[in-house]
């Protein structure tokens, strides 16, 4: 159990100096963080690192939105627009600075310790967990909350962090406008879409089944010119055959 849990320490926490790309961070977050929250969701590790990934994706959220309201300040001339913008900016805030509070509340859980390492180039301080178990789940969740902290660093990467628009699964976004984790989530949310829908049945209407009845046709006068010559070449074999 516990050579488990130190690989599954080295691969969390490995990755994120060996990414190169979008693409590879997305295949990580599935790999060792979502596919965990899939398959175990009823885990207390599992619901503590839900909890962790929704305050830092809401605090994200209005922390935008209070960046996009302070934009608009300036551009607002009306005084009732002004005082409508004021008084969404002032419930931003009050709902950024609690997910806040949240995050640091659900942030003290954690333990970590300091210590020195080196070698020949230079002295560095790492943190370490502050761990007894050698549960594999709980150092999952130990190093899921570190990485999280480390996204904090990188402008914008929290709001890769979403939920997919069709199974509401987490997902990491490879690019900006994704909504969903999966081609086949993206393609059942489509098919329920109801301008997807009408467009579907126009083209069924005015183009599909026209075609589907011009290709019958067609068929139907391919047989009858056939069948003739097969007749005709069936007597033709019976008169040589005699």
């Known amino acids: 159990m516990k050579s488990q849990s130190t690989e599954l320490h080295a691969r969390l926490i490995g990755h994120t100096h060996n990414a190169t790309s979008r693409k590879s961070e997305q295949e990580f ?11 175990c969701p009823e885990s207390p590790e599992a619901k503590r ?9 809401s605090a994200q959220h209005h922390l935008d939105e209070i960046h996009r309201l302070l934009g608009n300040a300036g551009a607002e001339k009306s005084v009732p627009k002004f005082l409508e913008n004021h008084r969404k900016l002032e419930q931003a805030k009050r709902a950024y600075y609690g997910a806040v509070r ?9 333990r970590w ?7 020949l180039e230079g002295i560095r301080r ?10 594999p789940d709980v150092v999952r969740e130990y190093a899921t909350a570190d990485l999280l902290l480390e996204k904090l660093k ?12 069709e199974c509401r699964q987490w997902f990491y976004a490879a690019t900006s406008h994704q909504q969903f984790c999966t ?10 879409n109801p301008d997807f829908r009408e467009k579907r049945r126009v083209y069924m209407r005015e183009r ?18 056939t069948r003739p010559n097969s007749a005709k070449g069936k007597g033709n074999v019976h008169l040589q055959t005699r």
């Open 126 to 135: 790492k943190l370490g967990y502050g761990l007894q178990s050698a549960n």
């Open 183 to 192: 081609d086949a989530c993206r393609r059942r949310n489509t098919a329920r």
């Open 154 to 165: 990188e402008p914008g990467a929290i709001g890769r962090f979403r939920n997919c628009a």
């Open 102 to 110: 949240d995050l640091d509340k659900a942030f003290k859980r954690y």
């Open 49 to 57: 690192i839900e909890k962790l990934l929704s305050l830092l994706t």
């Open 113 to 119: 310790r300091s210590f020195i390492t080196g070698d």
């Open 208 to 225: 599909y089944r026209p075609l589907q009845k011009e290709l019958d046709k067609s068929s139907r006068a391919s047989a009858k010119e």
């Open 29 to 39: 977050w599935d790999d060792l963080v979502f596919s965990f929250l899939r398959e």
